[in-house]
C-alpha cells in the first residue's frame, strides 16, 4: 500500500509539472521590459525561462533576427548583432515558430551604466531639490525622453550563497520628466543627462544602490579570494561577527544585507550579462564609520572591479568612483578618502574628487557637480573627449630639496591654481590667495601646517618647524574647508599623503 501511495504521489506530481510546462509561455528577463535600454556598438545577448526544450524560439528587434538556444532547466538566450544608437524606440519581440509569444515595446540603443553604492547614490533627485536652490530649473528642465532609469529594489536571499535567476518583478525602465527624475539617483541622473546632451545617444541607468550598507555585499562571493577578503568571508559565513569587527581592514555586519554577495546575489546577478558600456560607484561611508576599519579598503575594491569584470566577461569595462567629501564626525574618512585615492592603480578606474563640495550632513545635496564630474570621467576616458581634462590634481611624487617638498601632479596639463568654488559651478582662480591645508612632517612624524605656492607644475612646501622634512600631505582633515588647490579646468586636488603609515585613522591614539 505504501509503494502504491507513493508511486501514485510521484504520478500526480509529474502530471503537474507537465501541464504547468504546457500552460508556461516563455517570457524575457525581467530586465527587459518596456522602454529598456540596450547597450549600442556591442552584440546584445537577451535571455529569458519559462521555454520547453523542444521549444524552436528566436528574438527579433528591428530586422535583427537570432536564433535561442534552449535549455533543460527552460531557460533560453539569443545573441543578436550589434546595433548602432537608435532613438526611435522599436520592439524587441520573442518569436516561437512565427508567432509572437511576449513584447517588449519602446526599446531603444545606446549607452547603458549600471550605478552601485550606498545612500550618497541612492540620495534622489527630490533630496537634491531640497537642499539645493539650482537644482529646481534642473528638474523643471528634465523633460528627457532619452533618459530612461532601472531601479532594482529586491530584498536580498535567504539562502546567503545563492543568486537570484531574475529578478523579483518585471518592474519597468522609466523615462525622465520632471515627475519621474525625483525618485532616480541624483548623481546617476546628472551623471546620465551630462552624457546625452553631449553624445545625442539614450542613455538608460540601472541602479542597484542600497543606503547604509558596506562594499562586501556588492563583491562577488568568489572574488573574496585574498587571504584578507577570505577571512572576511569565511567569519561572516560563520557569523563570528564580533572577530570579524576585529579583524584589521574588517567589517561590521549589522543585518542580512551586509553579508558578503549578499547585494551582489539578489540585484545584480540576474542582470548579468546586460549589455553595459561601465558601471558607476559611490559607496565608502559604511566601511569607514564608528568603530568602522578603512585600512585595506583599496584592495576591497580591487575583488569589487574584477568581480564585476569577470561576471561580465569584459575585463576593460570602466569603474568610476567618487571620493568621500568632507565629514567632520568621521575621522576613518580621513584614511578612506587615501584608500579610495590608492584604488587609482586598478586599471580602467578613476576618481571623482568631491572634497570641495559644501553641504552639511553625511549627504551633500549638491550632486549636480558630484555628476557632472563622473560624467566628464567617462567623457574623457569612455568616449575620447580628450581636449577636456577628466579630473583634478592627483599626487604623483615628490622630492625634497633643502627644506623644502617639491610635489609633482597628474592632470595638470592646463596649469595649477588657487581657486574657490562657488555653489555649483566650477572652481574660479582666486589670485593671490594662499594655499590652504598643506602639512609636512619630518623624521618624528610630527605634523605642522606649512606654506605652498605654486611653481609651474608643481607645489612647493615648507614649515618653519621642519628643516628636514620627509613627508608632505594635503587636506588630511575630517574637514578641510578652504582647500584650494585646482587645476585650470576647475577640478579641485585629491586629498593625499606621501607616507601612508604616517597618516592614522580613527582607532589610532
Same mark, same amino acid.
Request: proline share 6%; net charge neutral; charged share 25%.
Given at each position: 500500500?505504501?509503494?502504491?501511495?507513493?508511486?501514485?504521489?510521484?504520478? $500526480?506530481?509529474?502530471?503537474?509539472?507537465?501541464?504547468?510546462?504546457?500552460?508556461a509561455a516563455p517570457r524575457f528577463a525581467n530586465v527587459f521590459s518596456d522602454h529598456a535600454v540596450l547597450q549600442r556598438d556591442a552584440e546584445i545577448l537577451v535571455w529569458g525561462s519559462d521555454a520547453n526544450?523542444?521549444?524552436?524560439?528566436? +528574438?527579433?528587434?528591428?530586422?535583427?533576427?537570432?536564433?535561442?538556444?534552449?535549455?533543460?532547466?527552460?531557460?533560453?538566450?539569443?545573441?543578436?548583432?550589434?546595433?548602432?544608437?537608435?532613438?526611435?524606440?522599436?520592439?524587441?519581440?520573442?518569436?516561437?515558430?512565427? #508567432?509572437?509569444?511576449?513584447?517588449?515595446?519602446?526599446?531603444?540603443?545606446?549607452?547603458?551604466?549600471?550605478?552601485?553604492?550606498?545612500?550618497?547614490?541612492?540620495?534622489?533627485?527630490?533630496?537634491?531639490?531640497?537642499?539645493?536652490? /539650482?537644482?529646481?530649473?534642473?528638474?523643471?528642465?528634465? !523633460?528627457?525622453?532619452?533618459?530612461?532609469?532601472?531601479?532594482?529594489?529586491?530584498?536580498?536571499?535567504?539562502?546567503?550563497? =545563492?543568486?537570484?535567476?531574475?529578478?523579483?518583478?518585471?518592474? /519597468?525602465?522609466?523615462?525622465?520628466?520632471?515627475?519621474?527624475?525625483?525618485?532616480?539617483?541624483?548623481?546617476?541622473?546628472?551623471?546620465?543627462?551630462?552624457?546625452?546632451?553631449?553624445?545625442?545617444?539614450?542613455?538608460?541607468?540601472?541602479?542597484?544602490?542600497?543606503?547604509?550598507?558596506?562594499?562586501?555585499?556588492?563583491?562577488?562571493? #568568489?572574488?573574496?579570494?585574498?587571504?584578507?577578503?577570505?577571512?572576511?568571508?569565511?567569519?561572516?559565513?560563520?557569523?563570528?561577527? #564580533?572577530?570579524?569587527?576585529?579583524?584589521?581592514?574588517?567589517?561590521?555586519?549589522? !543585518?542580512?544585507?551586509?553579508?558578503?554577495?549578499?547585494?551582489?546575489?539578489?540585484?545584480?546577478?540576474?542582470?548579468?550579462?546586460?549589455?553595459?558600456?561601465?558601471?558607476?560607484?559611490?559607496?565608502?561611508?559604511?566601511?569607514?564609520?564608528?568603530? #568602522?576599519?578603512?585600512?585595506?579598503? &583599496?584592495?576591497?575594491?580591487? =575583488?569589487? +572591479?574584477?568581480?564585476?569584470?569577470?561576471?561580465?566577461?569584459?575585463?576593460?569595462?570602466?569603474?568610476?568612483?567618487?571620493?568621500?567629501?568632507?565629514?567632520?564626525?568621521?575621522?576613518?574618512?580621513?584614511?578612506?578618502?587615501?584608500?579610495?585615492?590608492?584604488?587609482?592603480?586598478?586599471?580602467?578606474?578613476?576618481?571623482?574628487?568631491?572634497?570641495?563640495?559644501?553641504? /552639511?550632513?553625511?549627504?551633500?545635496?549638491?550632486?549636480?557637480?558630484?555628476?557632472?564630474?563622473?560624467?566628464?570621467?567617462?567623457?574623457?576616458?569612455?568616449?575620447?573627449?580628450?581636449?577636456?581634462?577628466?579630473?583634478?590634481?592627483?599626487?604623483?611624487?615628490? &622630492?625634497?630639496?633643502?627644506?623644502?617638498? &617639491?610635489?609633482r601632479f597628474t592632470h595638470v596639463k592646463s596649469g595649477l591654481m588657487v581657486g574657490e568654488k562657488p555653489g555649483v559651478l566650477p572652481a574660479r582662480e582666486t589670485s593671490g590667495a594662499p594655499l590652504r591645508?598643506?602639512?609636512?612632517?619630518?623624521?618624528?612624524?610630527?605634523?605642522?601646517?606649512?606654506?605652498?605656492?605654486?611653481?609651474?607644475?608643481? +607645489?612647493?612646501?615648507?614649515?618653519?618647524?621642519?628643516?628636514?622634512?620627509?613627508?608632505?600631505?594635503?587636506?588630511?582633515?575630517?574637514?578641510?574647508?578652504?582647500?584650494?588647490?585646482?587645476?585650470?579646468?576647475?577640478?579641485?586636488?585629491?586629498?593625499? $599623503?606621501?607616507?601612508?603609515?604616517?597618516?592614522?585613522?580613527?582607532?589610532?591614539?
Amino acid at each position: 500500500m505504501r509503494i502504491e501511495k507513493e508511486c501514485s504521489f510521484l504520478v $500526480c506530481f509529474l502530471l503537474a509539472v507537465a501541464v504547468f510546462l504546457a500552460d508556461a509561455a516563455p517570457r524575457f528577463a525581467n530586465v527587459f521590459s518596456d522602454h529598456a535600454v540596450l547597450q549600442r556598438d556591442a552584440e546584445i545577448l537577451v535571455w529569458g525561462s519559462d521555454a520547453n526544450p523542444g521549444q524552436t524560439l528566436s +528574438v527579433r528587434i528591428g530586422k535583427l533576427r537570432a536564433i535561442a538556444t534552449v535549455e533543460a532547466s527552460g531557460r533560453w538566450k539569443a545573441r543578436l548583432p550589434s546595433q548602432s544608437a537608435a532613438n526611435s524606440g522599436q520592439s524587441l519581440e520573442l518569436i516561437e515558430g512565427e #508567432e509572437i509569444v511576449a513584447t517588449v515595446k519602446d526599446v531603444v540603443v545606446g549607452e547603458v551604466w549600471l550605478a552601485a553604492g550606498q545612500s550618497n547614490m541612492q540620495f534622489p533627485v527630490r533630496g537634491m531639490l531640497k537642499g539645493l536652490p /539650482e537644482a529646481q530649473s534642473w528638474v523643471e528642465s528634465a !523633460n528627457r525622453s532619452a533618459i530612461r532609469f532601472r531601479r532594482i529594489d529586491d530584498r536580498v536571499l535567504n539562502d546567503r550563497q =545563492a543568486e537570484a535567476n531574475d529578478l523579483a518583478s518585471a518592474g /519597468e525602465w522609466k523615462l525622465m520628466t520632471p515627475d519621474s527624475v525625483l525618485a532616480f539617483s541624483a548623481v546617476a541622473a546628472v551623471f546620465a543627462r551630462e552624457l546625452q546632451e553631449q553624445l545625442q545617444v539614450p542613455v538608460g541607468i540601472i541602479d542597484v544602490s542600497w543606503g547604509g550598507k558596506p562594499i562586501e555585499p556588492f563583491i562577488p562571493r #568568489e572574488a573574496f579570494s585574498t587571504p584578507l577578503l577570505g577571512r572576511i568571508r569565511e567569519l561572516a559565513d560563520a557569523d563570528k561577527l #564580533e572577530e570579524l569587527k576585529q579583524l584589521r581592514g574588517g567589517v561590521i555586519i549589522r !543585518n542580512p544585507e551586509g553579508y558578503p554577495g549578499a547585494i551582489f546575489n539578489a540585484r545584480m546577478a540576474p542582470v548579468v550579462p546586460y549589455g553595459l558600456c561601465g558601471f558607476l560607484w559611490y559607496q565608502a561611508e559604511s566601511n569607514a564609520g564608528r568603530g #568602522e576599519d578603512p585600512r585595506e579598503y &583599496r584592495y576591497k575594491m580591487q =575583488a569589487l +572591479v574584477e568581480g564585476w569584470r569577470a561576471r561580465w566577461k569584459n575585463e576593460k569595462l570602466p569603474v568610476y568612483f567618487v571620493q568621500l567629501p568632507s565629514y567632520p564626525p568621521a575621522s576613518g574618512w580621513i584614511r578612506m578618502r587615501e584608500e579610495q585615492r590608492l584604488a587609482l592603480t586598478i586599471p580602467d578606474t578613476a576618481m571623482a574628487v568631491t572634497i570641495d563640495i559644501r553641504g /552639511e550632513g553625511i549627504h551633500p545635496p549638491d550632486k549636480l557637480s558630484v555628476g557632472r564630474r563622473l560624467s566628464r570621467l567617462a567623457l574623457v576616458q569612455s568616449y575620447g573627449r580628450a581636449e577636456l581634462e577628466s579630473s583634478g590634481p592627483l599626487y604623483q611624487s615628490h &622630492r625634497v630639496v633643502r627644506s623644502n617638498i &617639491r610635489v609633482r601632479f597628474t592632470h595638470v596639463k592646463s596649469g595649477l591654481m588657487v581657486g574657490e568654488k562657488p555653489g555649483v559651478l566650477p572652481a574660479r582662480e582666486t589670485s593671490g590667495a594662499p594655499l590652504r591645508w598643506f602639512e609636512v612632517a619630518g623624521g618624528n612624524k610630527i605634523w605642522h601646517a606649512a606654506e605652498a605656492r605654486i611653481d609651474g607644475e608643481e +607645489v612647493v612646501v615648507s614649515a618653519r618647524q621642519v628643516a628636514n622634512p620627509v613627508a608632505v600631505r594635503y587636506a588630511c582633515q575630517t574637514q578641510p574647508q578652504g582647500g584650494n588647490l585646482y587645476n585650470r579646468a576647475g577640478l579641485p586636488a585629491s586629498p593625499f $599623503c606621501s607616507h601612508l603609515e604616517m597618516l592614522p585613522w580613527a582607532n589610532q591614539k
